[in-house]
């Protein structure tokens, strides 16, 4: 029998911070239950962004790597880039009153309504749309059914640097991958787990 309603993920280790491009920080955690990291992207801008919240129980651990970097009351953008838990879990304890959520408007039509007590102030955003936060201009890619329904990743203009939304997946606790390209092993993984559309991932992006 399956017990109902018990949190799965169990964050007991560290959260690290990294630099991996000129003002672009991953924030990892290692989750225990699923073997895997998951990474939080901070961008330090005139206008500063968080890429994913880390789930209900580890965005405590992320909250105090983004204040290494800038004040909390600073974050202006908290970005998810498809509705999971890990993706947007500890947005409601958000402490940084001004932030604006941000996501694809798919997620924003299938997700956001309808729920109680989930704060749904938010601005979402279609293919190609652009969000400038300072120096980076945040280009919007809608990728629906590419790991789930309302997928979008964010394209970062003037560093090159996609954030693609789970599109990969490494097992372990593993250092950020920069410029190694580990994408056939990645998808082959997430391939082999069943995650991808049945027809097949999009190639054209
Ligand atoms: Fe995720
Ligand atoms: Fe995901």
Same mark, same amino acid.
């Given at each position: /029998?399956?017990? &109902?309603?018990?949190?799965?993920?169990?964050?007991?280790?560290?959260?690290?911070?990294?630099?991996?491009?000129?003002?672009?920080?991953?924030? +990892?955690?290692?989750?225990?239950?699923?073997?895997?990291?998951? @990474?939080?992207?901070?961008?330090?801008?005139?206008?500063?962004?968080?890429?994913?919240?880390?789930?209900?129980?580890?965005?405590?651990?992320?909250?105090?790597?983004?204040?290494?970097? &800038?004040?909390?009351?600073?974050?202006?953008?908290?970005?998810?880039?498809?509705?999971?838990?890990?993706?947007?879990?500890?947005?409601?304890?958000?402490?940084?009153?001004?932030?604006?959520?941000?996501?694809?408007?798919?997620?924003?039509?299938?997700?956001?309504?309808?729920?109680?007590? &989930?704060?749904?102030?938010?601005?979402?955003?279609?293919?190609?749309? @652009?969000?400038?936060?300072?120096?980076? &201009?945040?280009?919007?890619?809608?990728?629906?059914?590419?790991?789930?329904?309302?997928? /979008? /990743?964010?394209?970062?203009?003037?560093?090159?640097?996609?954030?693609? +939304?789970?599109?990969?997946?490494?097992?372990?606790? @593993?250092? +950020?991958?920069?410029?190694?390209?580990?994408?056939?092993? /990645?998808?082959?993984?997430?391939?082999?787990?069943?995650?991808?559309?049945?027809?097949?991932?999009?190639?054209?992006?």
């Amino acid at each position: /029998m399956r017990e &109902i309603g018990k949190n799965k993920f169990s964050v007991h280790g560290d959260v690290e911070i990294s630099e991996i491009s000129n003002g672009i920080y991953r924030i +990892s955690g290692f989750d225990d239950a699923f073997g895997i990291t998951f @990474n939080q992207f901070l961008i330090d801008d005139e206008q500063p962004t968080l890429i994913h919240t880390g789930p209900f129980g580890m965005y405590k651990k992320i909250e105090e790597k983004v204040k290494e970097v &800038i004040p909390l009351q600073k974050l202006t953008y908290v970005a998810f880039l498809h509705f999971e838990s890990d993706e947007w879990g500890g947005m409601a304890f958000l402490d940084s009153a001004n932030a604006r959520l941000v996501c694809s408007d798919l997620s924003s039509k299938l997700n956001l309504t309808g729920w109680y007590n &989930i704060p749904v102030d938010h601005i979402s955003f279609w293919d190609n749309e @652009n969000l400038k936060t300072g120096k980076r &201009i945040f280009k919007f890619i809608m990728t629906p059914h590419i790991h789930h329904w309302d997928s /979008m /990743m964010i394209f970062e203009e003037t560093t090159k640097s996609l954030f693609p +939304s789970d599109l990969f997946i490494q097992p372990g606790n @593993n250092k +950020s991958v920069i410029e190694e390209d580990l994408s056939d092993k /990645m998808l082959a993984l997430y391939r082999g787990a069943g995650i991808f559309a049945s027809e097949g991932p999009k190639t054209n992006i």
